[in-house]
């Protein structure tokens, strides 16, 4: 472990033992917390890890990126341009960067935005120091990711740690007062629901690197340990807005689906998703997420319920989070989160992104083998896909799922 | 996986023991008035041709008889539809005159298996070859045909059918592109006109069972129908190989599941009974398929020709109302081949239960039709009534649902209900000849243009 002091942090917490910050180091109430200077290290420099730090920038006043960390060093390299402040003794590059950023005393809220396979991880290391997490959805990319996740949740809460997920959606004004209003009783008692996230192809980066890890982790999107496939990556969001209409989870799912336009190109995600989703009432939820150019598109939810219908996002420009006088939901979450580090109402949402993140493997694993996926079953017994350890060589072998013959464990 | 399954099989006893055709008939007779259609007199035989002579066309005639079947789907090899009794079938109202197929074995092998039962065909009322069914159709004895060839003939053959003044049973589904379902539903009005009855095999339509439940749906017992969901999961239906000697063409006709312009892929040759029982229950068709997810994931073989194995579609149909279909034919996956509709007030399978939100739960519980021999005896009945049931319409609405269907799945596009309708697109080679016949490409999505 790499010890780092810093006198900033020391002025805003003086009374803080080095035993006592292991612990607790950044919970505090009263004026204290009001004024906690919040620094953040970025775990994660890619296109999402920047767009956090330059969100959380406009989140609130006296916040400041103190520390940054990535596997690779170029992408360091790069971030580093937007927070040239940062020093050179808190910037890691390497497989043990997010460890050595975790470790800083001086930190005391990490922005966790790696490939969605390492959040866990990353996030139980980070509620094990005593940060305050942000951390890019989704969470996990398998069931026992899943249960580190709700695991290190509950751990924060009782070490009094705040937690938001990027599954912005929740801190997005048209989404808030549209689901309120169904929780309201707008639309009577919901009895269906749609979700959608049918795009264009994503980026391919080709096979680069030394190592297969190397080549995996450089083009992660394909790799299903890595990204959780874009059903889980991508369409989280819109499954994370049913559960919250639902205040549930689904507890089973069925589904079709495979790779159509992707073809022969290295890696062996998806490139569509349907699935049926059921409710514990016997609501379904239909999800379809599709990644292929020439296709029409639709990203957004829908929910019909004995009386009516409500796009919950809005439609036009509010389903973006630009209504009027509302801030951006990926800044507003930042801001939500650092007003329950400085004293407000608590938030930990680790279990509601654990939950739709979950639902989407559900899902996955239902298209990926033909069956019907349970829950409970699949929380528990699901396999492990992320390796144990990770480290330059070789890396989980792939193949396509072929449904029928795919066995989840 | 060459193991045979046995789907269904009813028995010939089952089939006495129901009220059939003197009740039906007498009790349409009884609020009709007599008016008699081309061939109908409540003592009329009923005269049948076979045009389509393989494990359907097959399992068709017998039902009609009343016969027992015993029905196979193979791994491998043609589906069988074979007679499973003893015994002869004497009967003298509905008699088996005359069969057509392109392929003399095909029909050999249905002529063989009237014989068991005491049906003998003459060679001169056998036809095979493409112009086969024209030859049946001349036959002025014959009154009612069974049309149960490849799904691509299907148009050709119930214009011809109904031209002839035959009264028509006709398997589903009844095209596999926009032109042919038009010429169902033009073959189907001229039928009206001519006072000749057609019944098609969407055979749910006749089941006691379906029909008791669409009839409380449609009488509001759910309120309100908002959704609604159909299903054809299931495994990999037989696969013929190509023999040597075999053309493209032969090679595509016997193996005629796996090319989109025969069997119009399995989201329509087989879903299409479940797009059916919506479309039935909502008493309406589809607006557009809006939203169509699919491929060819696993049955990737040649052998199954260019076909996808998955489709998933979401329709808009009038009022809000929005249908989600998922069809699947991979071996080793979870079947489920039902249909489902959720009410303000409720939920049902639309076949033997409805769940009103508040109020008791209604079952099925006499004892089921056996829909495949009712939808001959309902069709015989009619015509004897002489008020002749005409399902084309409903038949060519559920056939032209599943096709946007599939070329949602196959384009990624939303396609128009109304654009399909007028499409000149029309499947297959423009003559049939035995020879060269490419197979098309398995569709991609992005790429491939809707067939409208």
Same mark, same amino acid.
């Given at each position: 472990?790499?010890?780092?002091?810093?006198?900033?942090?020391?002025?805003?917490?003086?009374?803080?033992?080095?035993?006592?910050?292991?612990?607790?180091?950044?919970?505090?109430?009263?004026?204290?917390?009001?004024?906690?200077?919040?620094?953040?290290?970025?775990?994660?420099?890619?296109?999402?890890?920047?767009?956090?730090?330059?969100?959380?920038?406009?989140?609130?006043?006296?916040?400041?990126?103190?520390?940054?960390?990535?596997?690779?060093?170029?992408?360091?390299?790069?971030?580093?341009?937007?927070?040239?402040?940062?020093?050179?003794?808190?910037?890691?590059?390497?497989?043990? +960067?997010?460890?050595?950023?975790?470790?800083?005393?001086?930190?005391?809220?990490?922005?966790?935005?790696?490939?969605?396979?390492?959040?866990?991880?990353?996030?139980?290391?980070?509620? %094990?120091?005593?940060?305050?997490?942000?951390?890019?959805?989704?969470?996990?990319?398998?069931?026992?990711?899943?249960?580190?996740?709700?695991?290190?949740?509950?751990?924060?809460?009782?070490?009094?740690?705040?937690?938001?997920?990027?599954?912005?959606?929740?801190?997005?004004?048209?989404?808030?007062?549209?689901?309120?209003?169904?929780?309201?009783?707008?639309?009577?008692?919901?009895?269906?629901?749609?979700?959608?996230?049918?795009?264009?192809?994503?980026?391919?980066?080709? %096979?680069?690197?030394?190592?297969?890890?190397?080549?995996?982790?450089?083009?992660?999107?394909?790799?299903?340990?890595?990204? @959780?496939?874009?059903?889980?990556?991508?369409?989280?969001?819109?499954?994370?807005?049913?559960?919250?209409?639902?205040?549930?989870?689904?507890?089973?799912?069925?589904?079709? @689906?495979?790779?159509?336009?992707?073809?022969?190109?290295? @890696?062996?995600?998806?490139?569509?998703?349907?699935?049926?989703?059921?409710?514990?009432?016997?609501?379904?939820?239909?999800?379809?997420?599709?990644?292929?150019?020439?296709?029409?598109?639709?990203?957004?939810?829908?929910?019909?319920?004995?009386?009516?219908?409500?796009?919950?996002?809005?439609?036009?420009?509010?389903?973006?989070?630009?209504?009027?006088?509302?801030?951006?939901?990926?800044?507003? %979450?930042?801001?939500?989160?650092?007003?329950?580090?400085?004293?407000?109402?608590?938030?930990? %949402?680790?279990?509601?992104?654990?939950?739709?993140?979950?639902? +989407?493997?559900? @899902?996955?694993?239902?298209?990926?083998?033909?069956?019907?996926?349970?829950?409970?079953?699949?929380?528990?017994?699901?396999?492990?896909?992320?390796?144990?350890?990770?480290?330059?060589?070789?890396?989980?072998?792939?193949?396509?799922?072929?449904?029928?013959?795919?066995?989840?464990? | 996986?060459?193991?045979?399954?046995?789907?269904?099989?009813?028995?010939?006893?089952?089939?006495?023991?129901?009220?059939?055709?003197?009740?039906?008939?007498?009790?349409?007779?009884?609020?009709?008035?007599?008016?008699?259609?081309?061939?109908?007199?409540?003592?009329?035989?009923?005269?049948?041709?076979?045009?389509?002579?393989?494990?359907?066309?097959?399992?068709?005639?017998?039902?009609?008889?009343?016969?027992?079947?015993?029905?196979?789907?193979?791994?491998?090899?043609?589906?069988?539809?074979?007679?499973?009794?003893?015994?002869?079938?004497?009967?003298?109202?509905?008699?088996?005159?005359?069969?057509?197929?392109?392929?003399?074995?095909?029909?050999?092998?249905?002529?063989?298996?009237?014989?068991?039962?005491?049906?003998?065909?003459?060679?001169?009322?056998?036809?095979?070859?493409?112009?086969?069914?024209?030859?049946?159709?001349?036959?002025?004895?014959?009154?009612?045909?069974?049309?149960?060839?490849?799904?691509?003939?299907?148009?050709?053959?119930?214009?011809?059918?109904?031209?002839?003044?035959?009264?028509?049973?006709?398997?589903?589904?009844?095209?596999?592109?926009?032109?042919?379902?038009?010429?169902?539903?033009?073959?189907?009005?001229?039928?009206?006109?001519?006072?000749?009855?057609?019944?098609?095999?969407?055979?749910?339509?006749?089941?006691?069972?379906?029909?008791?439940?669409?009839?409380?749906?449609?009488?509001?017992?759910?309120?309100?129908?908002?959704?609604?969901?159909?299903?054809?999961?299931?495994?990999?239906?037989?696969?013929?190989?190509?023999?040597?000697?075999?053309?493209?063409?032969?090679?595509?006709?016997?193996?005629?599941?796996?090319?989109?312009?025969?069997?119009?892929?399995?989201?329509?040759?087989?879903?299409?009974?479940?797009?059916?029982?919506?479309?039935?229950?909502?008493?309406?068709?589809?607006?557009?398929?809006?939203?169509?997810?699919?491929?060819?994931?696993?049955?990737?073989?040649?052998?199954?020709?260019?076909?996808?194995?998955?489709?998933?579609?979401?329709?808009?149909?009038?009022?809000?109302?929005?249908?989600?279909?998922?069809?699947?034919?991979?071996?080793?996956?979870?079947?489920?081949?039902?249909?489902?509709?959720?009410?303000?007030?409720?939920?049902?399978?639309?076949?033997?239960?409805?769940?009103?939100?508040?109020?008791?739960?209604?079952?099925?519980?006499?004892?089921?039709?056996?829909?495949?021999?009712?939808?001959?005896?309902?069709?015989?009945?009619?015509?004897?009534?002489?008020?002749?049931?005409?399902?084309?319409?409903?038949?060519?609405?559920?056939?032209?649902?599943?096709?946007?269907?599939?070329?949602?799945?196959?384009?990624?596009?939303?396609?128009?209900?109304?654009?399909?309708?007028?499409?000149?697109?029309?499947?297959?080679?423009?003559?049939?000849?035995?020879?060269?016949?490419?197979?098309?490409?398995?569709?991609?999505?992005?790429?491939?243009?809707?067939?409208?």
């Amino acid at each position: 472990m790499q010890i780092n002091s810093s006198p900033n942090f020391l002025r805003r917490a003086p009374e803080a033992s080095a035993a006592a910050a292991l612990a607790f180091p950044f919970v505090s109430n009263g004026q204290a917390a009001q004024n906690l200077e919040i620094r953040a290290g970025i775990i994660g420099c890619g296109g999402r890890g920047s767009g956090a730090g330059a969100n959380l920038m406009q989140a609130a006043p006296n916040v400041k990126v103190v520390a940054l960390a990535d596997v690779f060093p170029e992408k360091l390299e790069r971030n580093r341009k937007n927070f040239p402040e940062v020093r050179d003794d808190h910037c890691f590059s390497g497989l043990d +960067a997010a460890e050595k950023l975790i470790a800083l005393k001086d930190v005391n809220y990490v922005i966790l935005a790696t490939p969605p396979g390492f959040r866990p991880m990353h996030f139980a290391a980070a509620v %094990e120091a005593g940060k305050h997490v942000f951390m890019e959805k989704p969470v996990a990319t398998d069931a026992p990711g899943i249960r580190q996740v709700l695991a290190a949740g509950e751990k924060a809460a009782q070490k009094g740690l705040q937690v938001a997920a990027g599954t912005q959606r929740r801190h997005q004004t048209s989404y808030i007062e549209n689901v309120k209003s169904i929780h309201d009783g707008a639309i009577g008692d919901v009895l269906y629901l749609c979700a959608y996230w049918n795009t264009n192809a994503i980026w391919h980066r080709g %096979e680069t690197g030394d190592t297969e890890m190397e080549k995996q982790i450089r083009n992660w999107y394909h790799y299903t340990w890595l990204s @959780g496939d874009h059903i889980c990556e991508q369409h989280v969001h819109n499954l994370d807005v049913c559960n919250w209409v639902m205040k549930t989870h689904p507890v089973k799912a069925i589904g079709v @689906g495979g790779r159509a336009a992707l073809g022969s190109k290295s @890696g062996h995600i998806f490139d569509h998703f349907a699935v049926e989703f059921e409710y514990p009432n016997g609501v379904r939820l239909f999800s379809q997420c599709r990644q292929i150019t020439g296709c029409d598109g639709k990203v957004s939810e829908f929910v019909v319920g004995a009386k009516g219908g409500i796009n919950p996002g809005g439609g036009g420009r509010r389903a973006r989070g630009k209504a009027a006088g509302a801030a951006s939901p990926y800044v507003q %979450e930042h801001t939500d989160l650092i007003a329950a580090i400085r004293g407000g109402p608590p938030l930990n %949402e680790a279990k509601n992104v654990a939950e739709s993140t979950f639902t +989407a493997i559900m @899902g996955r694993e239902a298209c990926y083998s033909g069956k019907t996926v349970e829950w409970d079953n699949l929380l528990k017994n699901g396999p492990r896909l992320v390796p144990e350890k990770i480290a330059w060589g070789p890396a989980p072998k792939v193949s396509v799922a072929m449904p029928g013959q795919y066995r989840i464990s | 996986m060459k193991n045979q399954i046995s789907v269904h099989q009813f028995s010939r006893r089952q089939f006495l023991r129901r009220s059939t055709l003197a009740v039906a008939g007498a009790s349409a007779a009884a609020h009709l008035p007599s008016v008699l259609t081309l061939h109908a007199a409540p003592d009329t035989p009923i005269k049948i041709g076979v045009i389509g002579c393989g494990g359907r066309g097959t399992g068709a005639a017998l039902n009609a008889l009343g016969a027992a079947t015993k029905v196979i789907y193979p791994a491998a090899g043609y589906h069988t539809e074979d007679v499973d009794q003893a015994g002869p079938v004497n009967r003298k109202d509905i008699q088996i005159v005359a069969l057509a197929d392109v392929f003399e074995d095909r029909l050999n092998r249905c002529r063989d298996n009237l014989g068991r039962i005491g049906i003998n065909i003459p060679k001169e009322l056998c036809f095979t070859g493409f112009e086969g069914y024209q030859k049946l159709l001349a036959v002025p004895d014959i009154n009612y045909v069974i049309l149960a060839t490849p799904p691509h003939f299907r148009p050709a053959h119930l214009k011809a059918a109904i031209e002839a003044g035959k009264h028509v049973f006709m398997e589903k589904p009844v095209a596999v592109d926009g032109p042919g379902v038009r010429l169902v539903m033009e073959a189907g009005d001229l039928a009206k006109k001519k006072g000749l009855g057609i019944a098609a095999g969407t055979q749910r339509r006749h089941q006691k069972s379906y029909q008791e439940a669409v009839k409380r749906l449609q009488d509001g017992a759910i309120g309100e129908i908002l959704c609604a969901r159909a299903y054809w999961l299931g495994g990999e239906i037989w696969v013929v190989e190509r023999e040597p000697g075999w053309s493209d063409m032969e090679w595509q006709l016997r193996n005629w599941n796996y090319f989109t312009w025969l069997s119009g892929d399995h989201i329509v040759e087989q879903h299409v009974h479940n797009l059916d029982v919506v479309n039935w229950v909502l008493g309406t068709h589809p607006i557009r398929a809006t939203f169509g997810l699919g491929g060819r994931q696993v049955r990737t073989s040649p052998k199954c020709g260019h076909i996808n194995d998955h489709f998933a579609v979401e329709y808009d149909y009038p009022n809000n109302v929005k249908v989600f279909s998922y069809s699947r034919q991979i071996n080793g996956c979870d079947g489920k081949v039902e249909e489902a509709v959720v009410g303000a007030k409720g939920t049902s399978n639309c076949h033997n239960w409805i769940k009103p939100a508040a109020g008791e739960l209604w079952r099925f519980r006499d004892k089921d039709s056996n829909p495949y021999e009712q939808e001959h005896q309902d069709l015989i009945a009619s015509i004897r009534a002489g008020q002749p049931i005409n399902e084309a319409r409903a038949v060519a609405e559920s056939t032209l649902t599943a096709i946007i269907g599939r070329e949602a799945v196959y384009s990624g596009k939303a396609v128009e209900w109304e654009a399909m309708l007028k499409s000149q697109v029309r499947l297959g080679p423009s003559q049939y000849a035995f020879g060269p016949l490419p197979v098309a490409d398995v569709a991609m999505p992005g790429k491939t243009k809707p067939a409208i």
